[in-house]
């Protein structure tokens, strides 16, 4: 298998064209997408612990190492390290990796909050590659202590506000 710049990329798990990204040339919207969070942590042990889970919907694993997390507004943080979603299955991002502190809550990806901080009333989370965004999902919303399940996959990959429930 050939690695260097401006290779092809191969659908193979490396990043053969050394861009940083692994498999860039494959995604899809809808290959990832956003499955639930908590936004408002104001009921649990730290008032910063929120979370959010991205599902894999694709039958190939993700990594998003150099993927860009933004809020659709201030917020942006690039994912320095792997973060592995294997198919059907999912990765949990977080503010606090303490599960005793974030609602029992088991963290593959911590952040610092200051870098990514989620609104209680409403906001959005949106995931790019190579300035395209491939996933998008906002709340109106959010119950103190409760996370929201996503209850709607629209084939779009996008997400519908009014699917989210506590």
Do not use: H, K
């Amino acid at each position: 298998v050939d690695v260097y710049p401006d290779a092809p990329e191969l659908d193979d798990t490396l990043d053969n064209d050394c861009d940083v990204f692994i498999d860039a040339d494959f995604f899809v919207v809808g290959d990832v997408r956003g499955n639930e969070l908590m936004a408002n942590p104001e009921a649990v042990a730290d008032s910063v612990g929120e979370w959010f889970e991205l599902a894999n919907t694709s039958d190939r694993e993700v990594n998003l190492i150099g993927w860009t997390l933004s809020d659709g507004g201030l917020d942006s943080l690039v994912i320095d390290a792997e973060a592995i979603i294997e198919p059907g299955g999912f990765i949990v991002f977080a503010a606090n990796a303490d599960p005793s502190e974030n609602g029992g809550v088991d963290v593959d990806y911590p952040y610092a909050y200051g870098d990514f901080m989620l609104s209680n009333t409403g906001d959005q989370i949106d995931l790019s590659m190579l300035d395209d965004t491939l996933v998008s999902f906002a709340w109106t919303d959010s119950t103190s202590g409760a996370s929201m399940g996503f209850g709607g996959y629209p084939s779009d990959g996008g997400g519908d506000e009014d699917n989210w429930c506590s």
